[in-house]
């Protein structure tokens, strides 16, 4: 079995019928090739995104704006019209305005 030298070369002691011998000298090495690429379809999209978790007001009718959740959110992604108002894009899904909701109004769901 070869050892390796601490700078990487792989020369130095080995235990074996290829006592002494480089590791190509042995005339037979593998080749490494790369692995095959599938054809991408040309419709296909760029990016392909897993869905994340985000809140929404799931309930519009429980609502009532008390403004509870703008308070909660460290996000600043819920704003008041006559409902609560969340933005997907500065939502995080962390979950804190769904908990302090004492109406029940929002839910966490993927998006």
């Known amino acids: 079995m070869r050892q390796r030298r601490r700078d990487g070369s792989g020369r130095g002691a080995c235990l074996?019928?290829?006592?002494?011998?480089?590791?190509?000298d042995s005339?037979?090495?593998?080749?490494?090739?790369s692995a095959p690429?599938?054809?991408t379809p040309a419709n296909a999209p760029a990016v392909v995104c897993r869905a994340r978790t985000v809140a929404v007001?799931?309930?519009p009718g429980a609502c009532i704006a008390c403004g509870t959740?703008?308070?909660?959110?460290?996000?600043?992604?819920?704003?008041?019209?006559?409902?609560?108002?969340?933005?997907?894009?500065?939502?995080?899904?962390?979950g804190m305005c769904v908990d302090d909701c004492s109406y029940g109004a929002l839910a966490l769901a993927e998006i």
């Open 16 to 24: 074996g019928p290829h006592a002494g011998t480089d590791i190509t």
């Open 27 to 33: 005339g037979t090495a593998a080749v490494i090739a």
């Open 37 to 39: 690429v599938a054809d």
């Open 57 to 59: 007001v799931a309930k």
């Open 69 to 94: 959740c703008v308070e909660t959110c460290p996000r600043d992604a819920v704003t008041l019209d006559e409902t609560a108002v969340i933005d997907p894009d500065a939502c995080t899904g962390c």
